[in-house]
């Protein structure tokens, strides 16, 4: 097996875990009239995320390969957000993850041309619900910036 896939499916998997924790700590926390959409649709996308590893774990099983087992050393955080009541931190964290995790599942895709169409399947299937994910958040962050032009500024 190609070993670059290998590493791509490892550091993907890990991506996915940290995505679960911090999507999941964000639902949990953020908190007021704006941030609610946010935050239910993070409670959607949990799930979601949770599958994707799943998914690539089964598929390094398959490979005869064992899944990380620490996803903390590797992972890019989100949080702490700086204040709860504030969604855009969230909204743009979320952006950012879902953006290097459509670069990672692309990469994947091109490495595994020719090579391993059964991962390459797999992956395009996840980067379908990676850019289904981005647009949403898109649109919260298209949303969030043009109410925030509405409010009049507190003195």
């Not at 490892?10 to 946010?38: H, P």
């Not at 959607?44 to 490979?63: D, F, G, M, T, W």
């Not at 994947?108 to 020719?114: A, P, R, S, T, Y």
Request: hydrophobic share 45%.
């Amino acid at each position: 097996m190609n070993s670059q896939i290998i590493e791509l499916l490892k550091a993907a998997y890990i991506a996915e875990l940290q995505t679960v924790e911090d999507y999941l700590a964000n639902s949990v926390w953020l908190d007021g009239a704006g941030a609610r959409r946010v935050a239910e649709s993070l409670d959607v996308y949990i799930a979601q995320e949770l599958a994707h590893a799943k998914k690539i774990a089964i598929r390094l099983k398959e490979l005869g390969v064992r899944s990380p087992d620490s996803f903390r050393k590797e992972a890019q955080r989100i949080l702490p957000l700086h204040d709860e009541t504030d969604p855009l931190i969230a909204v743009e964290g979320v952006l950012e993850a879902e953006r290097d995790a459509i670069i990672r599942y692309e990469k994947l895709i091109e490495v595994c041309e020719g090579k391993d169409f059964t991962t390459q399947d797999l992956i395009i299937e996840i980067l379908a619900d990676e850019e289904r994910h981005r647009k949403v958040f898109e649109r919260f962050l298209n949303m969030l910036n043009e109410e925030r032009k509405i409010k009049p500024l507190s003195p």
